[in-house]
């Protein structure tokens, strides 16, 4: 029988669909429910853990009281322990650093833990390379190598190590950002050390690639075809990132580096939009699309920063009327991986699988496969 650690980060993510780029510090917390922002960590962790419902009498959890571990499984019927510990309400970095440190204590074979580059961050100041952790993704800005592409894909890994099969165990970077800097469109990120990775195939995500690459003609050529394609009257909601920002760069337009901003006949009508901002827009707008960029290293072109895009926006909008941009070069970096769909809506996300027209030139595109 396995023994698994887990700790969820009930906050993680809070404030990501209401455009607050993180969710680190109370305050961020308090505005994010005072925008409506509704906690969404718990159901990721679900959605991972319940692909162990048909192996759950091979397993059993160690966690912490309420909303940090024990409510998720409560719900689904797993056999646990809780340690002698007791958070506060609302719960604090300073209680998962400390849930984390008597939970790896007592050893459990993986320390699995939903949140994002903050809660990985704590978790590593803690424990470091002691015991093998697995994280589920449930933050607004995840650049470290220590989770799951997505909660299935943590799930599925967690599956094989339960079922006996081979499973890698590696050294992954912890990385996080200065989410103040991330609300001043600065990307200020850096490593704060190493965790031991329980990873199988393509599951587990890279540290994302930052920085800037010397590509402004590739760029430039990508944003003059997403231009050219550009029809009046139409509404077209750029994504964050920098290849994105290439497109309003060339239509001379103040951009939301880190942020959606819609535009209409070559025009920005609105920056640094909510998801209620996007919604509000599609019941104006007849005809919609979006300009999505792929997150270097990792693959991901929803669920990374821009949350924005929530299941309710994609559907409304439509596959067919997204445009997914990236240059050739971060395509080969992904190794043969797919681009990855994570929406929070796993029967979306299957819905939309399969493959994705990528522009990555001016008249140059490629068909690559989205997972």
């Known amino acids: 029988m396995l023994t698994l650690g887990l700790l969820i980060n009930p906050f993680a993510g809070i404030g990501g669909a209401v455009g607050l780029k993180g969710s680190d510090g109370q305050g961020i917390v308090e505005e994010a429910f005072r925008r409506g922002a509704t906690r969404r960590a718990a159901e990721r962790a679900k959605v991972a853990l319940e692909i162990l419902l048909p192996v759950s009498q091979q397993l059993r959890f160690l966690s912490c009281s309420g909303d940090m571990g024990q409510n998720v499984l409560d719900e689904l019927g797993f056999e646990y322990d809780v340690i002698d510990f007791q958070p506060q309400q609302p719960s604090t970095a300073e209680d998962t650093m400390a849930a984390a440190g008597l939970i790896a204590q007592q050893r459990p074979d993986v320390l699995v833990f939903a949140g994002g580059d903050g809660t990985a961050r704590d978790i590593c100041s803690v424990i470091a390379d002691r015991i093998?952790?697995?994280?589920?993704?449930?933050?607004?800005?995840?650049?470290?190598?220590?989770?799951?592409?997505?909660?299935?894909?943590?799930?599925?890994?967690?599956?094989?190590?339960?079922?006996?099969?081979?499973?890698?165990?590696?050294?992954?970077?912890?990385?996080?950002?200065?989410?103040?800097?991330?609300?001043?469109?600065?990307?200020r990120a850096r490593q704060y050390g190493e965790m031991r990775v329980v990873q199988s195939g393509h599951f587990v995500q890279s540290v994302k690639q930052g920085g800037t690459e010397s590509e402004e003609l590739v760029l430039a050529d990508i944003a003059a075809h997403i231009i050219e394609e550009m029809e009046p009257g139409v509404l077209y909601l750029v994504g964050s990132g920098k290849t994105t920002q290439a497109v309003l760069d060339e239509l001379h337009l103040e951009s939301t580096l880190l942020g959606v901003d819609a535009v209409v006949d070559e025009q920005v009508i609105a920056s640094d939009l909510t998801e209620s901002d996007i919604w509000a827009l599609l019941q104006e707008y007849r005809e919609a699309c979006a300009v999505v960029s792929v997150m270097g290293g990792q693959g991901h072109i929803f669920g990374r920063g821009n949350?924005?895009?929530?299941?309710?926006?994609?559907n409304a909008l439509g596959k067919e009327n997204l445009r997914v941009v990236t240059t050739k070069t971060k395509l080969v970096g992904l190794e043969g991986r797919p681009l990855v769909m994570d929406s929070g809506d796993a029967e979306l996300d299957r819905r939309w699988a399969g493959t994705q027209t990528v522009v990555t030139g001016y008249h140059d595109e490629v068909v690559y496969p989205l997972a």
């Open 132 to 187: 093998p952790v697995l994280g589920i993704p449930a933050g607004v800005k995840i650049h470290s190598g220590v989770y799951g592409i997505s909660p299935t894909a943590s799930g599925e890994v967690l599956l094989r190590l339960v079922q006996g099969q081979l499973v890698d165990i590696r050294d992954a970077e912890v990385r996080d950002l200065d989410e103040d800097a991330f609300r001043q469109n600065q990307v």
């Open 307 to 314: 949350q924005q895009f929530s299941p309710r926006v994609l």
